[in-house]
């Protein structure tokens, strides 16, 4: 995927793509932090025809929703041939109760037999995070295990 960076001289950067259906999605980073989701009009690829104001925690949950979902995507397919082995997401809101903690400390594994093979954290990979990485808020947690204990990571994550 060929990405265009275009300097926007006293304003900031617009980095942007073609899609295949031939519109122009991207994101304007100000110089004051400010990030702008924008999508250009169906018959001019150069006018705007959409621009939406991202807060960064806004811009960071859709950066980890986006790249989540195609981890989960890939994971599922190579683990179509297992029976019985699903992959899943996980956010961890603000009211997890382990927000600011260490993962190991939820006892995913020991308590449901469920893996956490990545974090999707400010768009970036975290891929086989260790048991002292610290969930934030946002992150977006990929686990791989049975339907049962998805469930109960689920409840987990959310309760404790």
Known sequence: MNV???????????????T?????IGVVTHRDGE???????WDDPDTCQASIPLTGDEATTLGNLLGGQRI??????????VPGITTR?????AESPFRDQPMGKAA?????????????????????P?????????????????????DQTAKILRNG
């Open 130 to 150: 260790a048991p002292d990485v610290v969930l934030r808020t946002g992150d977006l947690i990929v686990a791989v295990g049975t339907q049962e204990g998805l």
């Open 72 to 81: 989960v995507m890939q994971l599922t397919e190579e683990h179509r041939e």
């Open 89 to 93: 997401q996980f956010h961890i809101s």
């Open 20 to 24: 295949q259906s031939g519109r122009r």
């Open 108 to 128: 995913i594994r020991t308590r449901t037999s469920v893996s956490i093979v990545a974090i999707m954290r400010e768009g970036e990979v975290l891929a086989s």
């Open 35 to 41: 990030t702008e989701l924008i999508i250009s009009d």
């Open 4 to 18: 265009d960076e275009t300097d926007l001289p006293g304003f900031g950067v617009r980095k942007d793509f073609m």
